[in-house]
């Protein structure tokens, strides 16, 4: 006699149940000595600039006799910045131009020229490349003030001092900015690409301005902006430079002014000193509103190669 086994019924496959997950629980430490040391740092930043604006609200006899990091009983901010503007026949406004126009033509040149020679240092390979390189790792060792005197002599062999070419010809050279365009070039100009654009005619030429300095851009901003900031408050080499105080920049301008002050000397509207700590204030605000303006191409270079094709 033989039994049947009666056969397993199975259930219908369907979803598996979900495995229970882990609640990963986020919990930010908090560090009181580096909170302090961070306040600190704000405090060290933001201070020098605060005191600056206060202290363009004052008058002489204000700034002296009144809290330094506090606004007086009577501020007069619009009356400083009206007597800057007109102390000797707005001499400011001449400042502040040419110091503009030194400081970009300075700064889009120097960045073109840095990019052009860090890519060439690192997409081509010629004789001595290591060499030259290597000239230009030792050229940002040595300071500007040293070469200030050089520079001096060599321009007035020419007849370029008192012109604003002896203040743009030798902003333009920047070694720091050669050396940070080549090893942002090294990764951020594939050679794959390169290769395309030459296989579909294109020259080298066109390849550099249509296609390198597009991929070149965060690092091309970040040398614009060094360039501009050291230009615009350079004040050696405008002082040993320029006798003409119509081709000043604000630096030397400005410190004339608080040579004035002083001596004791006053202008139509008031002693020297608050229209030269309200020319300073001024002065600033072209770099910030810099800064603010291009800092969106640094957060778009710091995402590049974040995220794989």
């Known amino acids: 006699m033989t039994t049947t086994m009666p056969k397993a019924t199975t259930a219908p496959a369907g979803p598996a149940p979900a495995a229970p997950t882990r609640r990963r629980t986020t919990s930010r430490r908090r560090s009181t000595p580096l909170t302090i040391a961070m306040l600190a740092a704000l405090a060290y930043f933001l201070l020098p600039l605060f005191w600056l604006l206060v202290a ?8 002296f006799n009144s809290f330094g990091l506090w606004f007086s009983r009577t501020p007069q901010l619009s009356a400083n910045i009206k007597a800057t503007f007109t102390q000797d026949d ?10 503009a126009g030194y400081a970009v033509v300075s700064a889009l ?8 020679a860090g890519y060439g240092f690192a997409k081509y390979r010629f004789r001595g490349d290591r060499a030259a390189f290597n000239l230009v790792l030792g050229a940002i ?16 062999e020419v007849g370029l001092v008192n012109t ?6 030798p902003s333009l050279v920047n070694p720091f900015g050669l050396y940070l365009m080549r090893v942002y070039a090294a990764d951020a100009v594939p050679d794959s690409l390169l290769e395309a654009a030459r296989i579909d005619g294109a020259g080298e030429a066109r390849i550099f301005f249509r296609i390198v300095l597009r991929l070149l851009a965060p690092g091309l901003v970040t040398v614009l902006l060094f360039t501009l900031v050291s230009t615009w408050n350079n004040y050696f080499l405008p002082l040993i430079m320029l006798n003409d105080p119509n081709l000043y920049p604000i630096t030397v301008g400005l410190s004339s002014w608080a040579a004035q002050a002083q001596n004791g000397g ?5 002693d020297m000193l608050p229209l030269v700590v309200t020319g300073s204030l001024i002065s600033v605000v072209p ?3 810099a800064f603010l303006l291009l800092q969106r191409y640094w957060q778009s270079g710091l995402a590049t190669g974040s995220v794989k094709q």
């Open 56 to 63: 363009s609200t004052k008058n002489t006899q204000d700034l």
């Open 90 to 99: 707005g001499v400011f406004v001449h400042w502040l131009l040419n110091t």
């Open 109 to 116: 040149g120097a960045a073109l020229l840095a990019a052009a």
């Open 141 to 156: 060792m040595v300071p500007a003030t040293a070469l200030a005197i050089p520079t001096y002599l060599l321009f007035a």
């Open 164 to 169: 604003p070419w002896a203040i743009i010809l």
């Open 266 to 270: 006053a202008g139509a509207g008031g």
């Open 287 to 289: 770099l910030v509103m």
